[in-house]
């Protein structure tokens, strides 16, 4: 196991009070903030988790504490625990070290106190190339923690010229979306669905109630010993065809999700699929063409075709590590167009998505956006996932997406998200040009969503989905 070297750096004595801008005010206050209550997590959110290792490259941290309902305590002034593991430091904003301190364990942190319940703080890239891992800690309130990839100082930074940014030409749908790829496993323990006393099939009641989109995710080998559903297989090709079948029968569209590894792919994991880890970068390529468009032969074949598909899952650190990681973007690049040219190859009219971890975090999205552009991977939409407690607040969420719709004239989805379910497709529908294509909620069945009890039936918040289709989707329809 690699063993991190923890940096910490001594200051001064006072417990730092990190003021909050003058401005603190929020169009979305009535639903993202209240004055007072109990706090259950710490939410952190660091502006890019990329940077160069140069010791100097930087982004701003911004910390609050949340109710059991997400919102933000602005009367809250917590200490909070700052923890780094890895090389980088994080400073107050005009660059005073925090207080130290050290815990039972032994392991050193720095201490911030909010005030009016927000800290704003600043993360330093180290000098060699790593993992860093920041923590924000106060008590037992859930902690808020981010992995910062700083990669080599020297790294090949380019940006697009306007030939590499082609505007959008296929039509790309509407979409009030659910990633319900749990729903196998679900029904297999048992599980049923309830609408107003009635048992439904779950797809259908989704629909009944204002989804016309479905995502599905898709692993490699998900029945390896190490994969995502050992033996059972899982979200593997077998499950997908049964699942795309229901989904096209319901009259609804699809929108398929790969993730070109045996597990999950995220920012913090982006494993090889087990056959393939002893391939050469080439062979590599190939690879994720060929499984690509076999995939999608194989749903051709039976006539459940995807209307989108995502190559990759939270690509903003790359896919298939070490190979297309970040601080490979050539090799990145070659990896994503081998995965577009697999798509081409069955279906040239699917519309292709980049999936971005980066709701909130402008500067990290620009900088990967550019990165790929530049080095002509080409998509036609750009996803975003959107979770507060590490993309910020809904006001960065709707300034990014104004800057990238504006930026690269592509049309923008935020494609995995959960809170605020209303301000997420009006965010996103309000952009202008009709460049917001729609939203997905990541796994609405479970009682988590807040749609559904523990045993199933709908909840009274399902119909905001009602009323988001009759406001979103009905004229176009």
């Excluded at 468009?293 to 995502?310: E, R, Y």
């Excluded at 989905?465 to 009759?470: A, P």
């Amino acid at each position: 196991m690699k063993l991190y070297k923890l940096i910490f750096f001594f200051g001064i004595f006072a417990l730092i009070q990190c003021k909050p801008p003058k401005s603190n005010t929020s169009e979305f206050v009535l639903v993202s903030q209240v004055d007072s209550g109990k706090p259950v997590s710490v939410m952190l959110t660091s502006y890019s988790t990329t940077l160069l290792a140069n010791s100097k490259d930087q982004t701003r941290l911004r910390i609050a504490v949340t109710d059991s309902m997400g919102r933000e305590i602005t009367s809250a002034a917590d200490s909070i625990r700052i923890y780094i593991t890895g090389d980088g430091k994080v400073t107050a904003p005009d660059g005073s070290a925090l207080v130290p301190g050290t815990d039972t364990s032994g392991t050193q942190y720095g201490n911030c106190q909010l005030v009016n319940g927000i800290c704003h703080l600043v993360f330093i890239a180290g000098s060699k190339p790593d993992k860093v891992k920041v923590e924000a800690k106060s008590g037992k309130l859930w902690p808020g923690s981010h992995e910062i990839h700083t990669l080599p100082a020297d790294l090949v930074i380019m940006e697009p010229n306007p030939d590499q940014v082609p505007p959008t030409t296929k039509p790309i749908d509407w979409m009030i979306g659910a990633d319900i790829s749990f729903l196998p496993q679900i029904e297999d323990r048992g599980g049923k669905f309830f609408d107003n006393g009635i048992e439904k099939d779950a797809i259908s009641l989704l629909r009944d109630h204002g989804f016309n989109y479905i995502r599905l995710r898709i692993f490699v080998n998900p029945e390896n010993e190490k994969g995502y559903a050992p033996e059972k297989g899982y979200c593997g090709l077998g499950y997908t065809l049964n699942m795309a079948k229901r989904i096209k029968d319901a009259g609804m569209k699809f929108l398929l999700d790969f993730h070109y590894s045996d597990y999950w792919a995220d920012p913090q994991q982006q494993n090889k699929p087990f056959t393939w880890k002893d391939l050469d970068f080439e062979t590599l390529k190939d690879s994720v063409k060929i499984y690509t468009s076999n995939v999608l032969l194989a749903l051709k074949q039976q006539g459940t075709l995807p209307d989108m598909v995502q190559i990759g899952n939270e690509i903003n650190h790359g896919i298939l590590w070490p190979d297309g990681h970040i601080s490979n973007p050539d090799q990145l690049a070659g990896l994503l167009k081998a995965g577009v040219a697999g798509v081409e190859t069955v279906s040239p009219d699917m519309p292709v998505m980049m999936h971005i971890a980066l709701g909130g975090q402008n500067d990290e999205a620009v900088f990967w956006l550019n990165n790929m552009l530049a080095r002509d991977v080409r998509f036609d939409i750009i996803g975003l996932s959107y979770y507060p407690r590490w993309h910020g607040t809904l006001d960065d969420l709707k300034s990014n997406l104004h800057d990238l719709s504006k930026r690269y004239n592509k049309p923008l989805n935020v494609v995995e998200y959960s809170d605020y379910k209303r301000e997420v497709h009006d965010i996103v529908f309000g952009l202008p040009d009709e460049m917001g294509k729609g939203a997905c909620i990541w796994e609405p069945l479970g009682w988590r969503s807040g749609l559904f009890e523990r045993d199933g039936k709908t909840t009274d918040l399902i119909r905001t989905y009602d009323e988001l289709k009759e406001k979103y989707l009905s004229p176009s329809e």
